[in-house]
C-alpha cells in the first residue's frame, strides 16, 4: 500500500467543546478520511481554559508519541503545551474561531493583556493557522500592531510576519441534513412569521438591539412569532428575561434546545433569522438557519458581507437600526414575495458544507502532517 493511501493518525485536542467550537470538532473528525482522536474539555470558564488546558491535557493523554499531528483551538496555550510536554514535539495546526485581540469587552471590563499575549505564542508555537474567515484573519493580523504598541518599549514586531507566513484561512464546515429546504407550506397557514434567534445569548451578539426593533415592529401592530435559541454558557443577559414577559405573546420557544434534530425542526419552520452582533467571525448559526429556510436579516459589516453572496446584499443587510427596523418590517409584512430569493440563498448555503469543505482540511493534513 502506498504511505499516501494510509490515514493520518492525528490527535485533536479542545478546550471548550461547545457551540462552533463542538459542531467544528465532531464535523471535521467524522467527516476527515483520517484518523482523529478528540479530547475535550466542557465549554465553561474560558479565561481559565486558556490559562489551564495545556496542563490538563499533558496528563490525560497518555502519550503523544503514536500521533503524526496535533490539532486544536485559540482557546489552548500552545506554546504552554509544547515547552511542558516531555515528549517530541509534534507539527501543531491551531484553528482560530475567535481572538482576544480583537475580541469586544464585556460592559465594565477592562482589558488582560494577558490573553492577547496568549494568542500571539499560540501563534508563534504553530506550525500552520487557520482562521475561520478572510474578515477573522485580516482583523488579527491588521489588530496584532496596535496590540504590540501597547507595549512601552522593546516591541517584538518581528511576530507580526512570522505569524502572516504560517497563516491562512478556512471555513469551518456545517452539517446540514441531506432533505434540508425550506418549507413552503409555511406559506399556506395563517401563523405569522417565526423569527429565529439562535446566537449566544452573550453580549457580544447583542441582544439589547435586537430586542429594540422588535419593540418598534410590535408598536407598529406587526404580527410575529419568536423562537430565543441559542446557549448561555453562564449568566443570562437581563435582555432575555425582560423580553420573556414582554413578548411572552409572540414567544413559542424560550432557550436552548439540547437536541440537534429538534433545533433543526425550528429552523425549518422559521422565516427570518436576525443578527444584531457586535462580534462575529463567521456565523455559522447564521449559515445553518439560512441553510433550514430563514431569510437573514444581518448587519453589513463583520463576517456577514462574506458570507452572504453579493446579489442578496441589497435585501437582507442593513446598515443601522432603523434600517433594520424597516427592512424587518417589509420580510414580515411581504414574506410571500421573497420566496424565490428565499429558496436560492438557502442553497447558496451548501458551499460551507462538510461535504465541500473536508478535501481541503484533508489536503493540509497532508501537506502538514505527513512525514
Same mark, same amino acid.
Given at each position: ?15 471548550? %467543546?461547545?457551540?462552533?467550537?463542538? #459542531? ?12 482523529? /482522536? ?7 470558564? +474560558?479565561? +481559565? ?49 475567535? #481572538? ?12 488582560? %493583556? ?34 504590540? /504598541? ?39 397557514? /395563517? ?74 425542526? +425550528? ?105
Amino acid at each position: 500500500m502506498n504511505k499516501q493511501d494510509i490515514p493520518l493518525k492525528l490527535l485533536f485536542l479542545e478546550p471548550f %467543546y461547545g457551540g462552533s467550537h463542538k #459542531n467544528f470538532a465532531d464535523g471535521l473528525v467524522s467527516h476527515s478520511t483520517h484518523d482523529i /482522536d478528540l479530547y475535550t474539555l466542557p465549554s465553561r470558564f +474560558w479565561k +481559565w481554559r486558556m490559562r489551564g488546558a495545556a496542563l490538563y491535557f499533558l496528563r490525560k493523554v497518555r502519550s503523544m508519541k503514536t500521533y503524526d499531528g496535533l490539532i486544536t483551538t485559540d482557546l489552548m496555550s500552545v506554546s504552554d503545551l509544547k515547552a511542558l510536554s516531555a515528549e517530541p514535539n509534534l507539527p501543531i495546526l491551531v484553528y482560530f474561531h475567535e #481572538n482576544q485581540l480583537s475580541y469586544p469587552l464585556e460592559p465594565g471590563e477592562s482589558i488582560d %493583556y494577558q490573553f492577547g499575549f496568549t494568542d500571539i505564542t499560540t501563534a508563534l508555537a504553530a506550525d500552520r493557522i487557520l482562521f475561520n474567515s478572510h474578515t477573522h484573519l485580516n482583523s488579527f493580523l491588521s489588530t496584532l500592531p496596535r496590540f504590540l /504598541d501597547m507595549m512601552p518599549e522593546f516591541r517584538p514586531k518581528w511576530a507580526i510576519d512570522a505569524i502572516r507566513k504560517k497563516s491562512g484561512m478556512l471555513y469551518p464546515g456545517c452539517k446540514f441534513s441531506k432533505t434540508a429546504k425550506p418549507k413552503k407550506e409555511r406559506l399556506n397557514n /395563517d401563523l405569522p412569521p417565526l423569527i429565529i434567534w439562535n446566537h449566544r445569548w452573550e453580549f457580544d451578539k447583542n441582544p439589547d438591539d435586537f430586542f429594540a426593533a422588535l419593540e418598534k415592529i410590535s408598536n407598529r401592530g406587526i404580527e410575529f412569532r419568536l423562537a430565543l435559541l441559542g446557549e448561555n454558557f453562564q449568566k443570562r443577559p437581563k435582555a432575555f428575561i425582560t423580553a420573556r414577559e414582554r413578548f411572552k405573546n409572540n414567544i413559542v420557544q424560550y432557550g436552548y434546545v439540547e437536541s440537534r434534530k429538534e433545533y433543526y425542526r +425550528w429552523l425549518e419552520n422559521g422565516s427570518i433569522i436576525i443578527s444584531t452582533a457586535n462580534q462575529e467571525n463567521f456565523g455559522m448559526s447564521v449559515v445553518e438557519a439560512v441553510r433550514y429556510g430563514c431569510i437573514p436579516l444581518l448587519p453589513d459589516r463583520l463576517s456577514y458581507p462574506e458570507i452572504i453572496p453579493k446579489t442578496f446584499h441589497r435585501d437582507f443587510l442593513y446598515s443601522n437600526q432603523e434600517d433594520l427596523v424597516e427592512k424587518l418590517s417589509i420580510l414580515i409584512t411581504r414574506f410571500s414575495e421573497f420566496q424565490e430569493k428565499r429558496e436560492k440563498i438557502s442553497r447558496s448555503m451548501d458551499q460551507y458544507s462538510w461535504e465541500n469543505l473536508i478535501q481541503e482540511y484533508d489536503k493540509e493534513f497532508e501537506k502538514l502532517f505527513r512525514r
